[in-house]
Nanobody, 123 residues
């Protein structure tokens, strides 16, 4: 089985920083892309940032210049450095990955999600 485990959420004052981590484990052949989404109660889940296997990235307009996504391919991990956090960033953050599963060769692919980590920003 493939699992995504997030960490790094918490409570921070406006203007502060947090770094989210997500590690993918399981019988993994490769990862096409990884990203972070966020969702507040009563609102749809929205893309925050995404990074592809080739290193290209995409950011939501609301976080450009403040958030940075990075990855460590050797660890099957993705990180989200969040600087200058604002109250509107308060959300549950979810890690997402398009995973090619299989040990010695590709056996298929699928879209996987973590269980989420909570970020709360006080003003």
């Amino acid at each position: 089985q493939v699992q995504l485990r997030e960490s790094g959420g918490g409570l921070v004052q406006a203007g502060g920083s947090l770094r989210l981590s997500c590690v993918v484990s399981g019988n993994i052949f490769g990862i096409n892309f990884m990203g972070w989404y966020r969702q507040a109660s009563g609102k749809p889940r929205e893309l925050v940032a995404r990074i592809y296997s080739g290193g290209s990235t995409h950011y939501a307009d609301s976080v450009k210049g403040r958030f940075t996504i990075s990855r460590d391919s050797a660890k099957n991990a993705v990180y989200l450095q969040m600087n200058n956090l604002q109250p509107e960033d308060t959300d549950d953050y979810y890690c997402n990955a398009d995973v090619i599963f299989g040990g010695n060769y590709s056996e298929g692919s699928g879209d996987y999600w973590g269980q989420g980590t909570q970020v709360t920003v006080s003003s």
